[in-house]
């Protein structure tokens, strides 16, 4: 089984604090991806990447930047969290293919006060 | 531009058939995805389309028209498990497309 590992459920974070979320797969997938989850908008899509050291910027960057130094770990960076950065976050890794379904993290709630 | 449509919410007695429909317009479709996601849990994985036709996985079906961009999934034998949102995705050359989901609500 794939098994897609967000470092925290739950984190409480301030205004302008810099924020790492990390993500780990273990599957050994090319593709990982960092999506936020909001009521009435759905899953969108902040950064993805391909391989190592490689980002692409998704629906949603601005604010956001992301790392991969490994390739099983993708970590998203808040430079300076804002209060409109309070939602559920979601990792995803999936294998090379237009095909292959994305495996997704439990999700971290990050709150910004 | 993109855009991909579901119902909002659905309501579903045990036992009982349900279809939750999908529409989509997008600039480019290499195929679509639907997960099913519990409250507070992680998207899982249920079926991929990518041809026209109806793709039969045990109660769960999936269904695609990529002439009318429109797909559909089909629960059968509804289960209280069964109570989640369904999330419709398109696959937009290197990336995915997702709808905002559909609420289900399945009644004893």
């Known amino acids: 089984d794939v098994k897609v590992t967000q470092s925290s459920r739950y984190l409480v974070k301030r205004t302008g604090e810099k924020v790492f979320l990390e993500c780990v797969q273990d599957?050994?997938?090319?593709?990982m991806f960092w999506y936020r989850q909001d009521p009435g908008l759905g899953l969108r899509l902040i950064y993805f990447?391909?391989?190592?050291?490689?980002?692409e910027k998704g629906d949603i960057p601005e604010g956001y930047s992301v790392s991969r130094e490994k390739k099983e770990r993708f970590s998203l960076i808040l430079e300076s969290a804002s209060t409109n950065q309070t939602s559920m976050y979601l990792c995803?890794?999936?294998?090379?293919?237009?095909?292959?379904?994305?495996?997704f993290g439990d999700g971290t709630r990050l709150s910004i006060l | 531009g993109q855009n991909i449509d579901q119902p909002t919410e659905m309501t579903a007695t045990e036992g009982a058939i349900v279809q939750i429909n999908c529409t989509y317009q997008t600039s480019g479709f290499n195929g679509l995805f639907w997960y099913q996601q519990h409250a507070g849990e992680a998207p899982t994985f249920l079926s991929y389309?990518?041809?026209?036709g109806l793709e039969e996985k045990g109660r769960f079906s999936s269904f695609l028209s990529r002439s009318k961009g429109y797909s559909y999934l089909l629960l059968k034998e509804l289960q209280m498990k069964d109570s989640a949102s369904y999330l419709c995705a398109v696959t937009n050359t290197d990336k995915l497309i997702f709808g905002t989901g559909t609420r289900l609500q399945v009644f004893p």
């Open positions: 389309n990518v041809l026209d």
């Open positions: 995803a890794s999936s294998a090379w293919g237009r095909d292959q379904p994305q495996h």
């Open positions: 599957m050994d997938h090319e593709n």
């Open positions: 990447s391909y391989d190592v050291k490689m980002k």
